[in-house]
């Protein structure tokens, strides 16, 4: 078993119902008794497409199954939960990102891991210290060194009642 952390993200169709099927899905891929999942956050959209705000988590769990292979399951989960790829940074139902498998670095052609962008998204970066503030990135980067009062301003705790 390998602990693994993948980024959920959603802006369409009750993003917290999405976020919230999409874990009971994981639970289903997850090691019985492993699976955490940190607090839900809004965070603003990346690049130029006008949209609605994101609703952002970090689950962590522990799976036996190869990178490949989880990444294909978490694929079919955003699939069965209607997610269409046809514009980048663009809305969608459901988006999981594979972060880190465990202390491994991944650089194939469908998969980079740790994912290529995480240190630069407050969305993802301060879930995941939520759920792990000792972790140690594949890199030797403690997650806590990258962890700034500006980062964390820059979220709002989701609560349903908002959405």
């Not at 607090?39 to 994101?54: C, K």
Request: net charge negative; charged share 20%; aromatic share 6%.
């Amino acid at each position: 078993m390998i602990q693994v952390y993948v980024a959920l993200g959603a802006n369409l169709s009750q993003p917290i119902e999405q976020l919230n099927n999409a874990c009971q899905a994981l639970l289903s891929i997850a090691e019985e008794a492993s699976f955490s999942i940190s607090p839900y956050y809004r965070s603003v959209p990346m690049g130029d497409v006008e949209q609605p705000d994101y609703v952002n988590a970090v689950a962590g769990f522990k799976t036996d199954l190869a990178p490949l292979a989880l990444l294909d399951a978490l694929q079919k989960i955003e699939n069965e939960q209607g997610r269409l790829r046809t514009l980048r940074w663009g809305p969608r139902t459901l988006d999981l990102d594979l972060l880190l498998y465990g202390h491994e670095q991944i650089n194939l052609p469908r998969l980079t891991v740790p994912h290529y962008g995480m240190k630069q998204r407050s969305f993802v970066l301060v879930p995941l210290f939520d759920l792990s503030p000792t972790l140690v990135l594949p890199d030797e980067v403690p997650l806590s060194s990258l962890i700034t009062d500006a980062l964390v301003a820059e979220l709002q705790l989701a609560q349903q009642s908002e959405l």
